[in-house]
Every structure is written in C-alpha cells, then in structure tokens.
C-alpha cells in the first residue's frame, strides 16, 4: 500500500507533508515527514533522508531543524521516517525512553518478542526508498543520509553499508560506537542478543575497522558541552581513530559551547544541507 497524505502546509515555495502507510517490513502503521521543494515542479530532485535521535518522531526534525529553507534553495526532497513501530503490542514497549517505542536503532531485531516489529533498517533502506519512487519524482542515483544521535548512528550505518544507495553522509552528535556505549548496549542486547558479533553489523566505528568505507568525505558535529558526550555515550574519537586507520575521509568539526539539542542542530543544519546537495547534485 501506498502513503496516505495527513497533511501539507506551503513552506520556503515548497509543500511540507505528513504521512502515514501501513509498512510491510514493520508489520504495523508507519508515519514520515516529507519536504517536497519547489524545484520538483519541473522535474526529479535528489533525495536526503534525516533520521532522528531517542524519544523523536517524524516531527522533531521537521518542526525544529529549519531544514526545509535550504532544502528549497538547493532542490532537495526532505524524508523524515519515525524512529520505531509504535503500539504493537509488546509487553515494555513504552516502559523505556531509550529502547522500545521512539528507540528502534535502525537494526532488524532478532530478539523476540521484538523481532516481528523492529526492522527499522530494512525499513529505512529498502522499504521507504520504495515507496518515495512510488509517489514522487526521484532523480535517478544514490540519495544523501543525515540524521542526530541515535540518528546519527543510523545514518553512518546505512550510508558505510549501501555505498550504491548513498551518495553523502552526515551526523549530528552521532552514537559513533554503540557497543562500547550504554545506550547501544542495552538496546543491541535486546534487540539482538548477547552474540556480540551480530552487534558489529551496526556499529559504524566496528564497520569502518572491518573495511566499510564512503565514497565522500563524512562530515560530523559534535557540540563540545554536551551532557551526554561526557558520559560517554557518543565516542566520536573512536570512530575519528578508525577513519585515520582506514584513510576515509572525515570532517568532524567540534563545536564550543554547543550541547545536544535542536539549538544545536538548526545552527549547523545550513552546512550539512549544502554538504549533502553538492555531492548530490554530481552524483
């Protein structure tokens, strides 16, 4: 089944819109955000996937990041997907804010009872690609990926492991090295078990080590004050390390005084909008 529209309000000459599909992957109603820009009038415009952090839906990014101004000025299409199934039915489902409903990780779970649900990568790889070429006009080619801590981990996930289907890469305050992290501890072994080399296949630091490589230069932000990068729930400097090892390219740009939140995302949003739209553009 194709989207069902929710909604769409005229924004920067472009249409931002809400919808909802029942997913094939996800066994269950699936909502996203989408900004279709004003250029995609005349023609196929490139598309930019964003992927959001903990407790997030498809409006966190969409209402906060002030992306869709530039995605107007560059002809981009902006998708935002939400970051889990929501009210299936799984015992705890809601019990947690970092595993369970708005905490799908981007992995396919293997771990019952979460494994009939929770395939957000599938979801967000194969299955949302899918049905954008259903219902807009996508140029032909590789598609930019971006998204914000747990989103982050996503898009450095999705973009190291389908180097055909994504062109560019980029992440805000990423979970660079989530099996060394608690956030990625807990949700891995439950989503995936205790077998820990079934959590390497979604660890982008693991990945880089094993040989995963962007064609593009990665780039990243890290604001400097913020909380959880002292806890040690981010560890950019581990995957910084495995990109030197590697020789992959990378910008991670530390910025002073900057903490976890969408203050942070929207200062910076400009710079990866127009990293994503000039590899996009030649890709």
């Known amino acids: 089944m194709g989207l069902t529209e929710k909604s769409r309000s005229k924004h920067f000459g472009g249409t931002t819109r809400f ?41 966190n990014f969409t209402e906060k990041a002030n992306a869709q101004r530039y995605a107007a000025e560059h002809g981009l299409i902006l998708v935002a997907p939400d ?15 970092d595993f369970g409903s708005g905490a799908g990780f981007y992995v396919n779970a293997t771990e019952q009872p979460w494994a009939q649900h929770y395939h957000m990568y599938d979801y967000v790889t194969v299955e949302l690609p899918a049905l954008l070429r259903q219902t ?5 080619g590789r598609a930019g990926i971006m998204g914000h801590s747990m989103g982050g981990h996503g898009a450095l996930i999705c973009g190291l492991k389908n180097p055909d289907k994504y062109a560019s890469i980029s992440a805000f305050a990423p979970i660079a090295s989530p099996s060394q992290c608690a956030w990625g ?11 820990k080399t079934a959590w390497a296949a979604y660890d982008a630091t693991e990945l880089m080590q094993q040989g995963y490589s962007a064609s593009e230069p ?8 913020d909380s959880f990068l002292a806890q040690g729930q981010l560890l950019p400097e581990q995957f910084e390390s495995a990109c030197k090892q590697r020789g992959q390219a990378l910008t991670l740009r530390r910025q002073p ?9 929207a200062t910076f949003m400009e710079d990866h909008v127009r990293h994503h739209a000039e590899i996009l553009h030649r890709a």
């Open 19 to 59: 919808y909802s599909h029942q997913s094939d992957v996800c066994k269950c109603e699936m909502f996203l955000a989408v900004y279709v820009p004003p250029q995609a009038e005349a023609g196929p415009v490139p598309v930019l996937y964003y992927l959001s952090g903990l407790t997030c839906s498809e409006k």
């Open 83 to 97: 970051t889990s199934p929501r009210g299936v039915d799984i015992p705890g489902e809601d019990e947690s804010w």
């Open 136 to 140: 807009f006009e996508v140029r032909d």
């Open 185 to 195: 501890q807990k949700a891995f072994e439950g989503y995936l078990g205790s077998d």
């Open 218 to 225: 990665i780039l990243i932000d890290q604001g400097e004050d």
């Open 257 to 265: 005084g900057y903490d976890h939140s969408y203050y942070f995302i």
